[in-house]
């Protein structure tokens, strides 16, 4: 059984708008997967019918074996929350917010403990409404683990946290898979998909696009072109007969080679450069890059 | 159930006693009034002492300032910044919720009944009345109360109860009996303010200082609004 079943869910909003169009993913314990996909995508509300606030227009889910709305009582002990935006007290106080939800399970985290690990100890008795963005995202997050849920589901966790704050939250999900725990982020950012999750599920306009390892899905795809940046401008008719394929200049600057990329083309093409002695920006001619998979997938959507 | 409802009750009020606007609300504007108008007497409140009227009226405008402007305004702002939805996902639950804000007004209102009733009795006030009226007809008037704080605030932003709850404090303030008599009201107007809970309420507590009969009317309108004011409020009320 799988600690979270999406199956054929659809969501329709009223006015005719669906928001989740026949999707379907499973995720396991100790699993954390990436609900990924651009603003609109359907993505939240996938988790909120996860979570409960929402009740799939056909299709079915399932959490823990439970049904989010018919069983929400039995399934609150057991999941932990992060909405994408709010969901605290202005006024109230870190470590007193997190005794408050410490307070409605049974086998609760030490507040203390917690504030600590999630670097929030300093700020412990700072009403949430002066915390800074990042430390609001840490609170929220607190506040999501504090009653040692199965199933964390975490909306945009890194929405506006800065550098150390991505590091302790990436940190914490990775303790949260070891633990057992099952993972459903929901996010925007490819960066964060790719270093923290198991598998990537990638939605737009509700229906899914492609599902695996951040690995497979970068390898899946073959790169058809080598790109690079290098001055505006170039002699691209020259460039093309050097290195036996079509380049053509994107927009100023940046050059698109149509072929397959190998190293003998990369080298033709470096070696035409040092000739001209014109400075090379980047080189794309590797995997593709996740982004690459999603901008690809996303526009073709 | 019993442990997530205190630590909830405990929050809330906590949250409650440290705003300062909910304090001056609750405890400060009555206060005032209770102090400046026995002594300068310029009310036309029909009694030997202004205290003897105001007193009354005075308990009657907290327990609508804690159940109706407090309860509404921060239910409000908690809706609008997503706190009761996270709250549902949580094992605390409604019912439970309800119950522990429930517990946080009655506290505070406990709280109001103390300072104001010792400031009274400092000012002279002497209760003659019938005090076992008093008690059900504060909690009548606080489940009317609080149900048109959230039918306020199960629908409007928060900004939007802040300015709906304060300016029907100050209409009921005048009409309700409370510093104005409301038999000193033009004849349209009484009519409007004795079919209001503000006034219903003012009514039963004045019978503490005059020993007169309570209308049953005011029995009457104050059951009606509590009974109509919360049934509206939740079938109108927006969890998110």
């Known amino acids: 059984m799988p600690a979270v079943d999406v199956s054929g869910l659809v969501v329709r909003y009223p006015g005719d708008v669906t928001a989740v169009d026949g999707l379907s993913f499973t995720a396991e314990a100790g699993e954390v997967l990436a609900l990924l996909g ?38 609150t002990p057991r999941i932990g929350v992060m909405l994408q935006k709010g969901g605290v007290y202005p006024g109230i106080r870190p470590v007193e917010g997190l005794r408050l939800f410490a ?50 589901f975490l909306d945009e966790p890194t929405a506006g946290v800065d550098v150390a704050g991505r590091q302790i939250i990436r940190e914490v999900i990775g303790e949260l898979r070891s633990r057992g725990t099952c993972v459903l982020l ?116 | 159930m019993t442990a997530r409802v205190l630590a909830q009750t405990r929050v809330e009020l906590a949250l409650t006693l440290r705003r300062g606007e909910s304090v001056l609300l609750s405890l400060g504007i009555p206060v005032l009034l209770l102090v400046f108008f026995s002594v300068v007497d310029v009310l036309p409140t029909g009694t030997d002492e202004p205290i003897d009227f105001l007193a009354p009226g005075v308990l009657a405008l907290a327990v ?82 609080s149900g048109l704080g959230l039918l306020m605030a199960g629908r409007l932003r928060g900004e939007a109860v802040l300015a709906a709850a304060n300016s029907l404090y100050l209409v009921l303030l005048l009409l309700g009996g409370m510093v104005i008599p409301v038999a000193e009201l033009p004849g349209a107007l009484r009519a409007v303010a004795r079919a209001l809970p503000a006034a219903a309420l003012s009514d039963v507590l004045h019978a503490t200082s005059t020993a007169g009969a309570v209308p049953g009317r005011a029995w009457a309108v104050l059951a009606a609004w509590a009974l109509a004011a919360p049934l509206a409020a939740a079938a109108t009320f927006r969890w998110e």
């Open chain 2, 64 to 145: 609508m300032s804690t159940a109706m402007v407090g309860l509404g305004i921060a239910t409000g702002f908690e809706r609008q910044y997503g706190v009761l939805k996270r709250l549902g996902s949580t094992p605390l639950g409604r019912p439970a919720l309800l119950t522990a804000k429930t517990l946080a007004i009655l506290f505070v209102e406990v709280l109001q009944v103390a300072v104001l009733v010792a400031v009274s009795l400092a000012l002279g006030w002497r209760p003659s009345g019938s005090v076992a009226t008093v008690v059900p007809a504060m909690l009548l008037a606080t489940v009317a109360f």
């Open chain 1, 186 to 301: 929901a996010t925007h950012e490819l960066d964060e998909a790719e270093r923290v999750a198991d598998r990537v599920v990638i939605v737009d306009h509700g229906r899914l696009l492609a599902e695996g390892t951040p690995a497979a899905l970068m390898s899946a795809s073959e790169r058809t072109t080598i790109d690079f940046g290098a001055p505006p401008g170039l002699d691209v008719t020259g460039l093309s007969a050097a290195v036996g394929a079509v380049v053509v200049e994107v927009r100023p600057g940046r050059y698109s080679v149509a072929t397959a990329p190998s190293p003998a083309t990369v080298a033709a093409l470096t070696a035409w450069l040092a000739e001209q002695d014109l400075a090379l920006g980047d080189l794309r001619a590797g995997r593709q890059s996740l982004e690459d998979v999603f901008l690809r997938l996303t526009s073709d959507s």
């Open chain 1, 103 to 152: 307070a409605f399970y049974d086998s609760p985290e030490d507040p203390a403990g917690l504030l600590d690990r999630l670097g929030l100890a300093g700020v412990a008795r700072t009403p949430w409404r002066r915390l800074s963005g990042g430390e609001q995202q840490r609170l929220s997050l607190a506040l999501a683990l504090v009653g040692r849920p199965e199933v964390a």
């Open chain 1, 38 to 75: 651009p603003n609109g995508a359907g993505k939240t509300t996938t988790v909120e019918t996860l979570e409960g606030y929402k009740s799939p227009t056909s299709g079915t889910v399932r959490v823990l074996d439970l049904d989010p709305v018919a069983d929400h009582a039995r399934l």
